[in-house]
């Protein structure tokens, strides 16, 4: 079995609580375990940090998160915390079953970034994956931690753009990335207990509106069409079950303190 043997729906764009995007993952990712469709989306977060999955609770300013609307959850995901703003990122997913996909993470990771590359590209940005192996500035952050060749994707000066993650269950393959369409430096790094330097930030991180002109709708329609046409997806929406799973699962996990706040 390949991708282009699977029936593949897309879905996005579309805005749900932080703890309910990443629950409709847990949904989607049972879907196609049982035969159903898999699945490519495009979403905007509401201001949530999401932290990953081994994120020491300790590092999370929560009073300044509160303070701001910031919501919070906790990803399957590893790595550092990610701030996604509601206009400045654009997240995307990719969900399928495990035995159409390399058992080898990285080329699966060269795989499933292939139209985030491709969408960069008609975005007009020059993007690529890191080979810059800069150290890190800021563990707890993830677009301040070191750069990673195999699913950090970078603008033309070097700056990470891209974020992408994975995780792997016995039947289904999950990846979801986030791309930076503007910087709001201040509120992605006031997120953190020790607030890391925003001109550092700038120093590391680019953003898609700082290498071409292109609004953010654009950005959002050529990231969904880049990945329907990837997979000969058709558009799809979630189905009633799917929903209902995933406020299960946002209610016993991804927006539960137990989960969120636990220690590493």
């Not at 375990?33 to 020491?56: E, F, H, I, K, N």
């Not at 399957?76 to 399928?96: E, F, K, P, R």
């Not at 990673?148 to 792997?168: C, E, F, M, T």
Request: with cysteine; net charge negative; aromatic share 8%.
């Amino acid at each position: 079995m390949s991708l282009a043997d699977l029936e593949w729906r897309v879905i996005g764009e579309e805005t749900r609580p932080g703890p309910m995007t990443m629950a409709l993952e847990a949904a989607a990712a049972e879907t196609v375990a049982a035969g159903g469709p898999a699945t490519v989306r495009v979403y905007t977060w509401p201001d949530t940090l999401s932290l990953g999955y081994g994120q020491d609770p300790d590092t999370i300013d929560w009073e300044f998160c509160k303070r701001e609307d910031v919501g919070v959850t906790r990803r399957l995901t590893g790595g550092g915390a990610i701030y996604h703003d509601s206009v400045a990122d654009i997240s995307y997913g990719i969900i399928a079953p495990a035995d159409a996909v390399p058992g080898d993470l990285m080329a699966c990771y060269e795989q499933f970034c292939e139209p985030v590359l491709d969408a960069f590209e008609r975005m007009g940005v020059d993007a690529s994956f890191a080979d810059d192996e800069r150290s890190a500035v800021h563990q707890p952050a993830c677009y301040l931690r070191q750069l990673h060749p195999a699913h950090d994707i970078v603008g033309p000066d070097g700056r990470k753009l891209s974020g992408n993650a994975q995780y792997r269950q016995k039947d289904a393959v999950i990846q979801h990335g986030s791309l930076s369409v503007s910087l709001r430096p201040d509120r992605h790094c006031g997120c953190f207990t020790a607030d890391p330097d925003s001109e550092r930030f700038t120093e590391r991180v680019g953003a898609i509106d700082e290498y071409a002109d292109i609004d953010r709708a654009d950005a959002v329609e050529t990231l969904r069409s880049t990945l329907a046409e990837w997979v000969d997806a058709t558009e799809g929406s979630w189905t009633d079950d799917e929903l209902a799973r995933a406020r299960e699962h946002a209610k016993e996990k991804f927006d539960a303190d137990e989960w969120i706040r636990r220690s590493p």
